[in-house]
Every structure is written in structure tokens, then in C-alpha cells.
């Protein structure tokens, strides 16, 4: 039994009747209901966490806040790489994001938002790369996550509800949906154990002027425009 101890203590081995319980680095999530059901208690560090959504503006950066603030605590910077509209500035300050450590770069075609990705990632500078595409394959994929582990960041991969069907090597897929009175409904595809068998629905407080796209009919900044600050997005 030693020798079975010592394999399922490693981090990435696990039951797949039940959640990894070997210490994994996590980052908070900010949502109680949310980190009691991710192996480690949080977003994973040094890994792939895919956002499955379709749209803007369902809640996806209100889950995402949480976070983000706990990287300002520690004296870590993020990347934004490929948003699909401006930053609205004054709701992130205000959502208690540090603006002089998000950085925000616009590719010039989509295809170049995951090479800047897995540059970053591998760089090991940011704390935290998020990057909007619709575009990844597989093999897209795994090298953003064999990026993200040797650069030890926490990296969010944003692709359409569609991708939900194809295969992937990140170790944690969620599928996010719009739920009942501006709650978030998230479904947990595949974790380091069984899929959660129900959608979570988090209460997301919303920052001030919190403005959504998807439903007000904004449309994206030009790809130009995107690495400035203006109020359209939060």
C-alpha cells in the first residue's frame, strides 16, 4: 500500500470517484460554494481553468473579481489578452482591481491572442493571463496549459458553449450560463474528480454602473481601440 500511498499523493493523480485531496496551489475563488467543489479550494495555479460562454456580459467577470483582487493583495499583476469590448475603468478600480498591474493587449488578428498567451504563460512575469478566443484546438490548448504549468500562473482560457463537446487536457472546464434574478449559473464539466451532477447558481455582486453588453447591444472596440480604457465592459 506504500507504493499506492505515495502515486495518489501526487497532485496530478486522483480517484475519479472523488476530489483530489493531495495539497494542490490554488488561488480563492472568492465564492465559498464555488472553491468547496475545486480540488485545492480554488482557481488552479500553474494550470487551465476553460470559461465555456457564450456571449459577454452573462457574469463571467463578476466570478472572476474575486480573484483578481486577491492577485493585487499578493503584489501580483494580470494580463487581459483578446477581451471582446473595452474596459470600463472606473467599475474595475472600483471592483478593487489595481489598474497599474492589469495590462490589456489587442492582437491584431485572433489568432494571434493565443501565441501571446502562451508567451506570457511561459514567461512566468504575470499571476494571472485571462484570454478570450474562439479559435483553440486541441493542440492550442495543451500547449496554454503546459505553459501555464511551467510558468506557475492561473490562466482562463474564454471559448464558446460549443467547445464544451470536444476533447481537452485543461484540468478544469466550466460551463457558464445566465440564471434566475442576475445569478450565475456554473457547471463544472471536468474537474481533478467526478463532474458535479448540478449547476451551482452564485449570487454575484456587481460592481457599480455595471454595464452589460450582451444585453444593451454595445458593440466590441475595434481591435485598435481595445488596449484602451473606456467605459463599455466590466
Not at 472600483?94 to 492589469?102: C, I, P, S
Not at 492582437?107 to 494571472?128: F, I, N, V
Not at 460551463?175 to 449570487?203: C, F, T
Request: hydrophobic share 55%.
Amino acid at each position: 500500500m506504500g507504493a499506492l500511498d505515495a502515486v495518489l499523493a501526487r497532485p496530478d493523480v486522483w480517484r475519479g470517484d472523488r476530489l483530489a485531496r493531495a495539497p494542490l496551489p490554488a488561488l480563492a475563488t472568492g465564492h465559498a460554494a464555488l472553491d468547496a467543489e475545486l480540488p485545492g479550494g480554488g482557481w488552479p495555479r500553474g494550470a487551465l481553468s476553460e470559461l465555456l460562454v457564450d456571449g459577454a456580459g452573462r457574469g463571467e467577470m463578476s466570478l472572476l473579481m474575486p480573484a483578481l483582487r486577491n492577485i493585487r493583495a499578493e503584489g501580483g499583476w494580470s494580463l487581459l489578452i483578446g477581451a471582446p469590448y473595452a474596459l470600463h475603468a472606473p467599475a474595475w478600480a472600483a471592483a478593487g482591481v489595481d489598474l497599474a498591474r492589469l495590462v490589456v493587449v489587442s492582437p491584431a488578428a485572433e489568432r494571434d491572442a493565443l501565441w501571446a498567451a502562451e508567451q506570457a504563460l511561459a514567461s512566468g512575469a504575470p499571476d494571472a493571463v485571462l484570454c478570450w478566443t474562439a479559435r483553440a484546438d486541441a493542440r492550442a490548448v495543451r500547449r496554454l496549459q503546459v505553459a501555464a504549468a511551467a510558468g506557475g500562473a492561473t490562466a482562463f482560457l474564454f471559448r464558446p458553449a460549443a467547445a464544451a463537446a470536444e476533447a481537452s487536457v485543461a484540468p478544469l472546464r466550466l460551463a457558464l450560463a445566465a440564471g434566475p434574478a442576475g445569478q450565475l449559473a456554473v457547471s463544472i464539466l471536468k474537474r481533478r474528480g467526478p463532474p458535479l451532477a448540478a449547476p451551482l447558481r452564485l449570487e454575484l455582486p456587481r460592481p457599480a454602473h455595471h454595464h452589460d453588453p450582451a444585453l444593451a447591444g454595445a458593440r466590441p472596440a475595434p481591435v485598435a481601440a481595445r488596449s484602451a480604457f473606456r467605459p463599455a465592459w466590466a
